[in-house]
């Protein structure tokens, strides 16, 4: 499963989650300090599936270059 990196809106910790794409869409992810779910996503340049045409991890059928 692909790994997000989280920032908190609520209490600006930055976290890295594993979860399916399902569960992020479905937004059942909660920061782990303050459970906010109120989160921005920004993502890992350490990421072996990042992609190199459009710098998304999670760019899917949207992004041509990479599938
Ligand atoms: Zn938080």
Redesign the pocket.
């Given at each position: 499963m692909p790994i997000y990196e989280f920032t908190?809106q609520?209490?600006?910790?930055n976290f890295r989650e594993t979860a399916s794409i399902k569960d992020k869409k479905a937004k059942k992810i909660s920061?782990p300090?303050?459970?906010?779910k109120n989160l921005q996503e920004s993502y890992s340049t350490n990421s072996p599936k990042s992609c190199s045409a459009c710098s998304s991890t999670s760019c899917g059928s949207g992004c041509a270059g990479c599938h």
């Open positions: 908190c609520h209490c600006k910790r920061c300090e303050c459970k906010s």
